[in-house]
């Protein structure tokens, strides 16, 4: 910590949050604000002064709320920057009649009410995110009586009463009457692989750290007994076995099973738990002095602006989603962010050391090789076919087209550094201005066309978004999930490029249905295109059903990149969709759909022939 | 570039067994010699180990090919290899095209041989057809700012922060809270060594 704070190149703004991102790969442009703190940074010494003499009091979040603070303080002894500041939710103000007590015990003045927050622009070239996690709050698991009974704590408070530096100077005591607890339960798993509480992921951490926890306790005060409810003890990593074992043998009694029932016995305050030994069937009551719940460990509860900001999924648990779980385990989706510990998934120190290393080695390749190149699959602009609609940099998610503006016959400008590529322009633009780079209307048209060149009666015309249901139909693959052979796959950066003449040409063709899968809400790596989508088929599904052909022929289906087995399902469902579809619909379809391109033609033929003589005038 | 003749390569990989067990290749290759503009065709047992990439440099010269498509695995894999060999025999990476026939058909097709040899060759028309359309494109290259973000001062943060000012870049580290340290502030000791987390 303090070597951050002393290094040259490390510019340090802490008590700061991130306004704004816009930008790309190498070249983000972000605002920040630091927040006033009302105690000058540079100057303030940490001599303690001012927290004497201020009158509020107000639980210490550093020690888990089991001490107090004052509303000036500085977060923990060891604070990088070492700097107090005044919690001004709590403080009574610079009002003499009030208080404004510190300003007059700081020496220095370095206090100062009138300090405002400041915004400051950065220019930057790659992003590390390293947000970290939350910890579970176990009150909502009525069985375990956290917060009902005292002595329940869980194990971040545990972190607290053992340490030198908590409230209790490392004295381990129970919170009800500051004795020791002579006897110790550990309940496993709080908060972690449960379906009923929806977090099924195993947290990781939690199996070790009460290893950890016991033999802490073991060491400082033989005499008392723990005991440890677990589901399994997961210790895969490297001298993990080690530490069980050495806690096994310190005489920790591990019990596979998990208490349904903690209830207190109000004389003594002490705990009766109720458990059903697997490994024998046989349910005991057990009594502990104190109960420690191992909580899990979940995505942060603020995290999502950061996350529009920045434009990264989360996948199901609710973690950061990385570009690849295998290959590129440290990259985001957006290129020029990578991830550091626990935002991507649980991780011990080791683990986010480990992973903080491989970011920064990430990022360093992008900073050393000092330029980037942008894949070729950008959109770009003919003028001559824009009629100012302006709908192109409407559904941007990137905001990359600067506006049409008619009067000033201005047309809309694609920022080719800030495009993505993925398509919902060139899909919405009516006027077929727009066009892909790398993926036309003529290639996509020319992939369609193929698909139903031999036996169109027994295909179906999918179109896949690179990230997600491509990827799902590659998961599937891997994992050898077998679906029928009749779906083709036409592969798109994003669902948002499927543009409604591309649904029309194949059912034109003789496709007996159309699928259009994308990437769930939650997951588009576009941001929003896949909302366009939506909007997209069901503007389509009404266009259908008004012509007389069944909307079910075209369908919407989501698919994520992580589950091959629901590729292989709705590619089963499908195909079974697909063989109710008879010769003479599809026959009737090609009929319904050449008359309304009739029509429109001549609409059309119409429309211009009427702007002809206004023009001539 | 526009008025040249189309001349298309298409290299059908055996990816060892992982293709040529379920999909007859040498029948996917024999279709893909009827099919038009493509004056090439080559079956290898690996097409993106060394000796398979010689090839298609190779047939590039011998054939003065002007589009590239190979059908073996999934793009996210080796689209980049491919991209990259062509242009190393002088052709815009992007006149290249793929054709997943592992991935999309013979891994999920294992008990169909004969359907998902079918498929396979609709796949690499599919692919043949969209090459047909493709244009060479010029990728843009942008600068950039030597200066790094760190979001978030944990445990995590601050090794990255570290590492990359340590290696010679600025960097700026943004803590929410009034100290850096995050979670691992509030621990006493870490396993397994055991010691204090400061």
């Known amino acids: 910590m303090m070597d951050v704070g002393r290094h040259p190149r490390i510019k340090l703004m802490a008590y700061s949050e991130i306004e704004h991102v816009s930008g790309f790969i190498g070249n983000f442009h972000v605002k920040v604000r630091k927040k006033a703190r009302y105690v000058d940074e540079s100057e303030c010494t940490a001599c303690n002064d001012c927290v004497k003499d201020c009158p509020v009091i107000v639980p210490d979040e550093y020690q888990q709320g089991l001490s107090s603070r004052k509303a000036i303080y500085i977060q923990l002894p060891q604070a990088v920057p070492s700097a107090y500041l005044i919690d001004m939710e709590n403080c009574l103000g610079n009002n003499p009649i009030a208080c404004g007590k510190c300003l007059d015990a700081c020496e220095k003045k370095c206090i100062d009410f009138d300090m405002q927050d400041e915004i400051v622009n950065l220019e930057i070239g790659t992003i590390i995110v390293s947000t970290g996690m939350d910890v579970y709050d176990p009150t909502e698991m009525d069985e375990f009586g956290y917060r009902s009974f005292e002595n329940v704590i869980t194990s971040m408070e545990f972190e607290r009463l053992i340490c030198a530096s908590g409230p209790t100077e490392g004295h381990f005591v129970r919170p009800t009457d500051h004795k020791l607890p002579k006897k110790i339960a550990f309940i496993q798993c ?98 502990a002095d104190m109960v420690v719940l191992s909580v899990g460990v979940e995505p942060r509860k603020d995290m ?34 990578f991830y550091a510990g626990c935002v991507e998934s649980p991780k011990d120190v080791k683990d986010s050391v480990t992973q903080a290393s491989a970011a920064a080695s990430r990022a360093s390749i992008i900073l050393n090789a000092g330029k980037v190149t942008i894949e070729a699959i950008t959109a770009v602009m003919d003028p001559d076919k824009c009629n100012f609609c302006g709908v192109c940099s409407r559904v941007c998610p990137y905001h990359a087209i600067e506006p049409a503006d008619k009067k000033s016959g201005t047309y809309p400008n694609i920022i080719q550094a800030a495009c993505a590529g993925c398509g919902t322009c060139a899909a919405e633009c009516t006027m077929d201005a727009i066009s892909m780079r790398h993926f036309t209307d003529a290639q996509m048209i020319s992939q369609i066309d193929s698909i139903l060149e031999r036996n169109p009666m027994e295909k179906v015309v999918a179109f896949a978004c690179n990230w997600c249901s491509y990827a799902g139909g590659d998961l599937a693959g891997t994992c050898r999930v077998q679906y029928p052979t009749n779906i083709q796959l036409i592969r798109t950066m994003c669902s948002g490029r499927v543009d409604e003449k591309f649904v029309i040409h194949a059912f034109k063709k003789g496709a007996p249905i159309v699928l259009v899968s994308g990437c769930h809400f939650s997951d588009c790596h576009y941001i929003s295109a896949v909302q366009w989508t939506q909007r997209r088929v069901e503007k389509l599904w009404n266009r259908l059903e008004r012509l007389g052909i069944r909307p079910e022929r075209l369908q919407l289906e989501w698919i994520s990149a992580a589950e091959g087995q629901r590729f292989g399902r709705v590619m089963r469902a499908i195909e079974e969709m697909r063989q109710k579809v008879t010769e003479e619909e599809v026959k009737e379809t090609i009929e319904i759909l050449k008359k309304e391109e009739e029509k429109e033609r001549a609409k059309k033929v119409k429309r211009e022939a009427a702007l002809q003589p206004a023009a001539a005038v | 570039m526009e008025e040249e003749k189309l001349r298309i390569g298409v290299f059908v990989c055996d990816c060892g067994l992982n293709i040529a067990g379920t999909v007859d290749t040498e029948a996917v290759a024999k279709y893909s010699e009827t099919l038009d503009d493509v004056v090439a065709v080559v079956r290898n047992k690996y097409t993106c180990a060394d000796p398979g990439q010689n090839e298609i440099k190779k047939a590039i010269k011998e054939h003065q090919l002007n589009r590239v498509v190979v059908a073996s695995c999934t793009p996210k894999i080796h689209e980049p290899t491919f991209r990259q060999c062509i242009a190393e025999a002088g052709l815009n990476p992007y006149l290249y095209e793929m054709a997943n026939i592992r991935e999309q058909c013979s891994w999920v097709h294992q008990d169909e041989k004969e359907k998902a040899t079918e498929k396979a060759m609709d796949l690499v028309r599919n692919a043949v057809a969209r090459a047909r359309m493709l244009e060479p494109q010029m990728e843009a290259e942008v600068p950039v700012t030597r200066t790094a973000l760190v979001i978030g001062g944990g445990v995590a943060g601050i090794q990255s922060a570290l590492d990359l000012a340590d290696a010679g870049h600025q960097v700026y580290l943004v803590e929410k809270e009034p100290s850096i340290g995050g979670i691992m502030a509030a621990l006493d000791k870490t396993y397994p060594t055991m010691d204090c987390s400061i």
């Open chain 1, 190 to 287: 709080v908060g972690s692989r449960s379906e009923k509480l929806g977090r099924n992921y195993c947290s990781n951490i939690c199996c070790m750290n009460t290893i950890k926890d016991t033999l802490l306790l073991a060491d400082h005060y033989p005499e008392v007994e723990s005991k440890v409810f677990y589901i399994d003890i997961r210790a895969f990593g490297k001298g993990f076995e080690d530490l069980y074992m050495r806690s096994k043998e310190s005489g920790v009694n591990y019990i596979r099973g998990i208490p349904g029932d903690v209830w207190e016995d109000p004389e003594t305050k002490s705990l009766n738990l109720s458990v059903e030994d697997t490994t024998n069937g046989k349910v005991r009551i057990h009594e």
């Open chain 1, 304 to 337: 999502k602006p950061l996350q529009q900001l920045l434009t990264l999924s989360s996948n199901a648990d609710g973690f950061l989603l990385e570009s690849h779980p295998k290959l590129k385990p440290v990259d985001s989706p957006t290129r020029g962010i």
